[in-house]
């Protein structure tokens, strides 16, 4: 026990509580809040004023009617309907195989869990490569990325 325990008389001691240092920063940061707010002086500079107004940024560029019109409709119904049954391909393409994954494991001297293993990497990597390729051709243009 401390020397200052000893000094004082028991029915004081109750009185008074210790206050440790944790207790003593909280009601100094509390005494700190508390504090009437200092005024601050404005610097003037050359670099920024005031007054001076925030410019306008737009990314929006307006595309006239024209654009949509280079193509006849018929056209367009068969870009659309080719590029609809291409996104079905590869799907179907690795779903109709699992039907077959004993005759094609037998083909290539393999085992099930392989070619299941092979068709699952398909799938997962055909999900993913959408995040790789989106942003390669918003940087690059799509173009270029379709053909590598």
Known sequence: MSQTHHDEP????EKKPEVDRQDAESIHSVNTIERAPTTLTQIRSHISTH???????SSYIPVPDEVYDRLPPSRKVVIVSLLAFCSFLAPISSTTILAAVPEVAAT??????????SNALYMLFMGVSPCVYGPLSQVYGRRIVSIE
């Open 108 to 117: 290539y001297k393999s085992t099930g869990t392989i070619i299941n293993l």
């Open 10 to 13: 028991v029915g004081e001691s």
């Open 51 to 57: 007054d001076a107004p925030i410019e306008h940024y």
